[in-house]
């Protein structure tokens, strides 16, 4: 008992490293666990209730100085210290470390959220390439990305560029189409092919992807899909809108 009460207090003391003085120094989210100082205290040694009680002493310090980044004010944030995308590579390196934790998923949905403000989506895609398109949570993080609002913030004047990064785009697309099995990752990455062709009115197109969508979901629809499948089926209806005797 006294160990692992050691072992805690060590931990809450090189959990957080030191802020850099360094405006655009950042956290490097590929570098190894020992960046947040958990390879030293050797966790595959560790016990369930260790990990748990670890877990906690971890998120709790994470939280205490995303609370005092905060309170600080943004313009005193900008000039020194830490910036808001360090604290999203922070809860990511806690993901990495306890992913089964009460806030393990929690915290990568919170560095998510940060790193689209901070428009880190160099990081999100990433991070999106290394997760399981079958996990339950991954369409909620793709969500976030956000990949349509990318697709649209993307517009370049020189049409060359323009078309590279819309046929990257789509290429990314199919590419998780074609490694998922998940109804509910095929529901919105679907959606998101149906969503470009429908605001470009290529409605041939966007019609190939809606039925998709739409018969994915014809039984009953997929959980965490209701708002995707709505609107899916409000542009099919503005497709077709119904004859009389319909």
Request: net charge negative; charged share 25%; proline share 2%.
């Amino acid at each position: 008992m006294k160990s692992t009460i050691l072992s805690l207090l060590i931990l809450s003391a090189l959990i957080i490293p030191a802020c850099s003085t360094e405006k655009d120094k950042q956290v490097n989210i590929d570098v190894d666990l020992k960046e947040f100082g958990l390879d030293t205290l050797q966790l595959r040694s560790f016990n369930s209730n260790q990990i748990d009680s670890l877990s906690i002493v971890v998120h709790e310090n994470i939280k205490k100085e995303f609370l005092a980044f905060k309170n600080a004010g943004i313009e005193e944030s900008k000039s020194s210290g830490p910036t808001e995308e360090y604290f999203g590579d922070k809860l990511y390196g806690y993901y990495l470390a306890f992913p089964s934790s009460e806030n393990g998923v929690a915290n990568l949905k919170r560095a998510f959220a940060i790193w689209s403000v901070s428009k880190a989506g160099n990081k999100m895609k990433m991070v999106l390439n290394t997760i399981s398109l079958d996990k339950e949570y991954w369409t909620e993080l793709a969500h976030d990305y956000p990949l349509n609002q990318l697709y649209l913030r993307g517009k370049n004047w020189i049409p060359f560029v323009d078309s590279r990064k819309q046929k990257a785009y789509h290429n990314q697309l199919s590419e998780w189409i074609s490694k998922t099995k998940s109804e509910k990752s095929l529901t919105h990455l679907n959606f998101y092919f149906a969503d470009i062709y429908f605001k470009k009115k290529d409605y041939e197109q966007a019609d190939d992807y809606l039925i998709k969508v739409l018969e994915l979901n014809r039984d009953s629809v997929i959980s965490g899909s209701e708002q995707i499948v709505e609107k899916a089926q409000s542009y099919y209806n503005e497709i077709h809108p119904l004859q009389i005797g319909d």
